[in-house]
């Protein structure tokens, strides 16, 4: 019987493969040269961590093609390009403890002004000033699946009030058609939505004018989940303040407005970016290749928009 071929990113994800049986692990990541000829018999391919168009579109490519194992939660970009025959999994819970302590640490760090601090500890500046605190404080986590709930067991000892919306109401987990009324009385405001036609856009200037005066929107989803310009002339007033691990545009190029906005702490998409990540995303996509390889059920499939 032939070996299952499977195509990964990259060195740290070919190590978590060593010694499964039956599989043929090679290192390729697409970049719009011409694929390798065993490209026609791959069955398994692990996407790199942010997939670009080379690498979304050489599953076109593969005729064999049965499981896509993306490494991260969100796979926006992947969706459109897996073909029938073929089943999508995210990385749903790899990234929960990651994610969740950037929210957690993204909070502290605007609330008691620590970006402020860090430039007058550059300039040499003693520049005494009280901040803010999370304590009494309403955090309103909007998208509440694994993630949101690993927040919230990081503010446990944070003396906060929290609130939860999902897509789907739940006991103790409000629907998003109740957002609007909660809103207003949140103090922070955690974005973990996933981006869908549903969710783009869903920040706007209707959603930002909902929010307190001297709230803070912390976004750890995705940066189209929010209008750029709706949030950019709130922030030029000082009425929000924003934490920003995503952006749109993504990079966010040299020049741009956000960069130099009063009250926002900008970061280059790393809340997941940490070796317990990298340890426990490969560890799942070597589980989902077991599985495929005993035939049974695979985890964290994708259906519908998500």
């Known amino acids: 019987m032939t070996d299952v071929l499977m195509w990964v990113p990259a060195d740290w994800v070919a190590a978590g493969m060593t010694g499964l049986p039956g599989t043929d692990v090679e290192i390729v990541e697409p970049d719009g040269s011409p694929l390798p000829a065993s490209a026609a018999d791959v069955e398994f391919y692990v996407p790199s961590f942010f997939p670009t168009l080379p ?3 050489a ?3 593969m005729p064999r ?14 969706r459109p390009y897996v073909p029938a025959g073929a089943v999508l999994c995210n990385a749903r819970g790899a990234h929960d403890a990651s994610t969740a302590e950037w929210v957690v640490a993204a909070m502290l760090a605007s609330v008691r002004r620590f970006p402020l601090f860090t430039i007058e500890q550059a300039a040499g500046r003693w520049s005494y000033q009280p901040t803010g605190e999370l304590a009494e404080k309403t955090v309103l986590i909007v998208g509440y699946g694994s993630i949101g709930a690993a927040v919230e067991r990081r503010l446990a000892g944070f003396e906060v009030t ?3 919306v999902a897509r789907s109401p739940r006991p103790g987990v409000a629907g998003l058609a109740e957002l609007p009324a909660l809103l207003p009385s949140a103090d922070v405001v955690v974005l973990l939505v996933p981006f869908t036609p549903q969710t783009a856009g869903m920040v706007d200037g ?24 709706a ?26 407005r ?3 906005l009063p009250g926002v702490f900008i970061t280059p998409h790393v809340a997941a970016s940490t070796p317990v990540s990298r340890h426990r995303v490969v560890r799942l996509a070597r589980e989902q290749a077991e599985a495929y390889l005993r035939g049974d059920r695979l985890r964290n499939v994708i259906s519908g928009t998500y």
């Open 258 to 260: 956000l960069w130099t």
């Open 231 to 256: 949030l950019r002339a709130e922030l030029e007033t000082g009425r929000l303040r924003a934490a920003l691990d995503v952006t749109d545009p993504e990079p966010l190029p040299p020049g741009h």
């Open 162 to 164: 929290v609130l939860r």
């Open 59 to 61: 599953m076109a490519h």
């Open 206 to 229: 209707g959603f930002l004018a909902g929010m307190k005066d001297g709230a803070l929107l912390v976004n750890a989803a995705r940066g189209p989940v929010v209008v750029t310009e």
């Open 55 to 57: 690498v979304c579109e």
């Open 65 to 78: 093609l049965r499981v896509v194992q993306a490494l991260t939660a969100g796979v926006d970009r992947l």
